[in-house]
C-alpha cells in the first residue's frame, strides 16, 4: 500500500514555466513531509521541507504548499530552468508507531525543463 | 570529505554469486539505511540501523544481510544473486531525531547477469 501518493508521473516544462508536483496522503501521524530531488547517476538530495502546522514554505524559486484538511501537499518550481531537469520525490515521516524512524517515499515525478 | 559514500559505484556478477556493498558516513549521524531503487526509480527502505541496533526491517529476502561494525558504517551482503537483485541500492544517514532529513550516498549500480 503506498502510503505517499504522486502525480504526475511525468512533467514537461517550458523553460520559464512553473512546475506544480501534487502529493497525498492518509495517515494523520505523518508530521513532517520533506521533497527530495535526484539527478541521473546521483542520490536523493533534500530540497525543502514543511511541517502541518505551516501552509506554505517557499525557499527561492521552490514552494510547498501545504493542505492539513485536504490531506495533500505540493511542490511549486518558478521560472523553471534545465538545470530542474531531475526527478523530484515528495516523502513524510511522522514521531510515532509505524511513522517513527522512517521516510514514506512517493513515486517520484521525472520534471524536464525545455528551454 | 565525502559525506556519505559507497563502494562499488558499479557492480556486475553472475547468478548465484555473493556479494558486499559498504558505506560509510562522516556526518556523525546515528541513524543509517538501505535502500533499493529499481528500474522505475522508486525507493523502497530495506533496513534502517539506530546506533548499530537493527530498528527497520522491511519485507525483504533473508539473502539479504545487513551489518553495522559501528555507527559510521553500514555494510550489505546479499548471497545467492538473483536476476530481480539488479537495482540501484542507495545508503542513507540521518541524525536520530531527524529522520526526515537523509542524507544519501552515490549508489551502487548492481547488475546480475
Known amino acids: 500500500q503506498q502510503q505517499v501518493k504522486q502525480s504526475p508521473q511525468s512533467l514537461i516544462v517550458q523553460k520559464g514555466g512553473i512546475s506544480i508536483i501534487n502529493c497525498a496522503y492518509e495517515?494523520?501521524?505523518?508530521?513532517?513531509f520533506p521533497w527530495y530531488q535526484q539527478f541521473p547517476g546521483k542520490g536523493p538530495a533534500l530540497l525543502i521541507a514543511i511541517r502541518p502546522d505551516v501552509s506554505e514554505k517557499k525557499e527561492g524559486r521552490f514552494t510547498i504548499s501545504f493542505n492539513k484538511s485536504a490531506k495533500q501537499f505540493s511542490l511549486h518550481i518558478m521560472d523553471s530552468q534545465p538545470g530542474d531537469s531531475a526527478t523530484y520525490f515528495c516523502a513524510a515521516s511522522g514521531d510515532r508507531g509505524s511513522t517513527l524512524g522512517r521516510l514514506y517515499f512517493g513515486r517520484g515525478t521525472q520534471l524536464t525543463v525545455w528551454p | 570529505d565525502t559525506a556519505v559514500s559507497q563502494t562499488p559505484k558499479y557492480l556486475v556478477t553472475q547468478m548465484g554469486n555473493d556479494k558486499s556493498i559498504k558505506c560509510e558516513q562522516n556526518l556523525g549521524h546515528d541513524t543509517m539505511y538501505w535502500y533499493k531503487q529499481d528500474s522505475k526509480k522508486f525507493l523502497k527502505i530495506m533496513f534502517s540501523y539506530n546506533n548499530k541496533e537493527l530498528i527497520i526491517n522491511e519485507t525483504v529476502p533473508n539473502r539479504f544481510s545487513p551489518k553495522s561494525p559501528d555507527k559510521a558504517h553500514l555494510n550489505l551482503h546479499i548471497n545467492s544473486l538473483e536476476l530481480g537483485d539488479s537495482a540501484v541500492y542507495f545508503c542513507?544517514?540521518?541524525?536520530?531525531?531527524?529522520?526526515?532529513?537523509?542524507?544519501f550516498g552515490p549508489g551502487t549500480r548492481l547488475t546480475v547477469t
Open positions: 542513507a544517514s540521518s541524525p536520530g531525531d531527524r529522520s526526515y532529513e537523509q542524507y
Open positions: 495517515n494523520t501521524a505523518f508530521d513532517y
